[in-house]
């Protein structure tokens, strides 16, 4: 009968042990996974397609800063009052919706320049009410977007017609 006991308290053991080796290698591959997911490797200095690995670095071309993840600079979101030309098309808009902006001529020639696309699926972040920014010459949007495409939001509200398509 002793010998039965000890032979299962030996089993629950190794049980256990197989319980905290397999929880401590989740763990491990959950770490892994982050740091790869939040490009602890990749330091943006050179572009290669989705999915590409990167080249490996050898520690003779490596600067000895490179251990240090570099620091890359984030782009500043604003807020962008945009006037879209239909302003039925703004009243199907809701926060949180995506939208392209494009940007088209005010009149229509033959010399006149194509359609073009400013911003690309950027996020509505309000829709001022009905009365609000409605005129005869469209109706008022807030687009949430990087600074850089606000200033060119601007620049093509100013000379062009703005529409919108739902990403």
Same mark, same amino acid.
Request: charged letters at 25%; a negative charge; proline letters at 7%.
């Given at each position: 009968m002793k010998v039965r006991s000890s032979a299962l308290r030996l089993q629950r053991a190794l049980r256990r042990q197989r319980r905290f080796m397999a929880a401590g290698l989740a763990v491990t591959a959950a770490a892994v996974a982050a740091s790869a997911a939040h490009g602890a490797d990749d330091t943006g200095s050179e572009t290669r397609a989705p999915g590409t690995p990167p080249p490996p670095v050898s520690s003779a071309s490596a600067p000895p800063s490179a251990s240090v993840r570099e620091r890359r600079p984030t782009e500043q979101w604003v807020s962008a009052p945009v006037r879209i030309a239909d302003a039925a098309t703004v009243r199907l808009l809701r926060p949180g $919706?995506?939208?392209?902006? &494009? @940007? /088209?001529? *005010? !009149?229509? +020639?033959? $010399? /006149?320049?194509?359609? *073009? &696309?400013? @911003? !690309?699926? =950027?996020?509505?972040?309000?829709?001022?009410?009905?009365?609000?920014?409605? +005129?005869?010459?469209?109706?008022?949007? =807030?687009? !949430?977007?990087?600074? +850089? +495409?606000?200033?060119?939001l601007a620049g093509a509200g100013a000379t062009s017609r703005l529409a919108v398509t739902v990403c």
């Open positions: $919706d995506r939208v392209d902006v &494009i @940007a /088209a001529a *005010e !009149s229509v +020639t033959d $010399d /006149a320049p194509p359609a *073009e &696309i400013v @911003a !690309s699926c =950027v996020r509505v972040a309000d829709v001022p009410e009905e009365g609000e920014g409605a +005129t005869e010459a469209g109706a008022l949007v =807030v687009l !949430s977007v990087p600074r +850089t +495409t606000a200033a060119a």
